[in-house]
């Protein structure tokens, strides 16, 4: 078992922050592990380091004699983030102007995403992006491949390699996409079914049915992919969802006959439990009540909604009709991997989304949905995005002096809030000071 010794934040069952200014964080093996794969049964995998005891040091400093302390005054131990929905073929994307969501895809993300045929460039970028995710203090993604198995190879190998847990896809999109991308219908749920089995649940490992929206898939393979989902209940789904007017308008030519967007996926069985869908910008009551009946969860995209013009997500009507939800950064159309940038740009929506008054989402709040929120959004509560006993030990170790703004104003902070808050506004992957997995690997970004 290690220890570490510094200030400490987790989350208890209500998503009420918990906060030890001087902690300790004791991890180490699972006590009588049965062996299951993780993302099977949403249990902790086998083989990973777990939180033994968190709390304040005052409390536990006696309880684990012989175990290593390492002393880290002046930092702050924060659960690993979650990013609920990313895209890593669009790693080289990112920043790339256009008027609006669809002219985006045409001009910039469909070419790109065709050169994932090759499976060396696939495994290059995938390298890259799993730096920048832990680089950032990511410890746990779902994440969109490209309509090429291999991209799904690529990824979920040398993710299982740094022992990251990651959920991927590979996307389906039969229709109204171009050469290079669009996929055939049959074989596209042949190689689905042939990459659960080859991936799901190995080690830290799940797999995501990817369907990239409504207008890209036939019905044939929506409903191959609803089919799929039934057959396989244990692994995620995800796609998107009313996230831009034009693309909205769109879908109600696709499909006229359809109440809402939202429908659509429920028609063809793919809301339910471990559904993520990004974005459910537009929705009214109806589309709400229908996600928190069904279980499925959104990923909300702060930094590409306000970058691509698409609408502000309404927390105000989500939290009162219990829809589950949790933040993600959406690269390539978000605008960057660190979750402060993330959770700023939530904060933004919040105040500009709502009444003219504006909705302040407290720090804590916002931090809950990068974490401990967005663990419960993928169903993974009390395995990830937490540092209470027994979930698995991905951790961050933050430096609030990582610069001189950063230093000054967090020295002013009087309470909690006010540290987070300054984290957020202020910080960068600058002050992600260490990165451990509950694999046992870690990260130094400073090397």
Known sequence: MRAYRAALLRFDDEGRPVYDPDGLLVVGPSPGASGAPGPRSATTTSGVRVVRAAGAWSDLKDRFPGVVVEHLPGRLIAPGFIDLHVHYPQTDVIGSPAEGLLPWLENYTFPHESRFSDAAYAGQVATFFLGELQRHGVTTALTFATSHPGSVDALLGLAQARGLRLIAGKVLQDRHSPDGVRDETEQSLIDTEALIQRWHGQGRLGYAITPRFAPSCSDAQMQGAGELAARYPEVWIQSHVAENRDEIRWVRELYPDARSYLAIYEKFGLLRERAIYAHCIHFDDADRALMQATGAAAAVSPTSNLFLGSGFFDYAAADRQGMRYGLASDVGGGTSFSPFHTMLAAYYVGREGHTKAGLSLAPSHLWWQHTAGAAQALGLSGVVGNLQPGCEADFVVLNP????????????????????????????????????LASGAGLDPAT
Request: glycine share 6%.
């Open 401 to 436: 002096q990582a610069t001189p703004l950063l230093a000054r104003r967090s020295a002013q902070a009087g309470n909690l809030e006010e540290l987070l808050f300054s984290l957020i506004v202020l910080g960068d992957d600058r002050a992600v000071q260490a990165v451990h």
